[in-house]
């Protein structure tokens, strides 16, 4: 049972463009929602993250949107850039421990 | 300041063939995990420690072991590969967020 579905598998942006990755979960009991970079041949690192008491956190060109009542997040990348280019993944868990549940994952390519 | 470095970054076993998979942190960190990833599959945990002494299972525990030998140190144990466990183990560690190791692949013949 895959309890955090991202979409899409890929994705291929043009440089400047907006990237934009989705996830849905099943246990209202999550509270903490991040999202990782990975860099071929390294371990994930934390990106931006997210708790339900907000809409929308923005930290630079990275926004999360998060919607409460449909059980969804998604990563916004404004001005997507070609070091952009990694597998990004969301999670989720329970009071921001580390027993994190992932999604599938998101091969981004941006083309310069 | 390494961060969390795993041991070895590469091994290929035989099935039925035995191996442990390092792992130290000097952030001083109390709790460690132990991942895998697989194509399409995301992270899951394997095991994890959420304080020196303690131990417990995570989402796909079957076949593996776990040692917590001090507070920086956290060692993964397959007694007996088997293909299934061919994957890229990742080892972690978190205060507030999760530090990520840069991974061990591991093929099983």
């Known amino acids: 049972q895959q309890q955090v579905k991202q979409s899409p598998q890929s994705l291929i942006v043009q440089k400047g463009g907006i990237s934009i990755i989705n996830c849905a979960y099943e246990?209202?009991?999550?509270?903490?929602f991040p999202w990782y970079q990975q860099f071929p041949g390294k371990g994930p690192a934390l990106l931006i993250a997210i708790r339900p008491d907000v809409s929308e956190k923005k930290e630079g060109r990275f926004t999360i949107s998060f919607n409460k009542s449909a059980k969804q997040f998604s990563l916004h990348i404004m001005d997507s850039q070609p070091g952009d280019s990694a597998t990004y993944f969301c999670a989720a868990s329970i009071n921001q421990g580390g027993k994190l549940i992932f999604g599938q994952g998101t091969e981004l390519s941006v083309k310069p | 300041n390494a961060g969390v470095t795993q041991t070895p970054k590469f091994q290929v076993l035989k099935t039925g063939q035995s191996m442990t998979l390092q792992c130290a942190q000097d952030m001083n960190h109390n709790s460690m995990y132990w991942y895998r990833q697989d194509p399409g599959m995301g992270l899951r945990l394997i095991y994890y420690?959420?304080?020196?002494?303690?131990?417990d299972k995570g989402e796909v525990p079957n076949g593996y072991n776990v040692s917590r030998l001090n507070k920086r140190e956290f060692s993964l144990r397959l007694e007996s590969a088997a293909p299934s466990q061919t994957s890229v183990y990742f080892c972690?560690?978190?205060?507030?967020?999760?530090?990520f190791g840069s991974g061990t692949q591991l093929s099983v013949l």
């Open positions: 246990n209202t009991a999550f509270d903490y």
């Open positions: 972690a560690s978190s205060y507030e967020k999760l530090f």
């Open positions: 420690s959420a304080s020196e002494g303690t131990t």
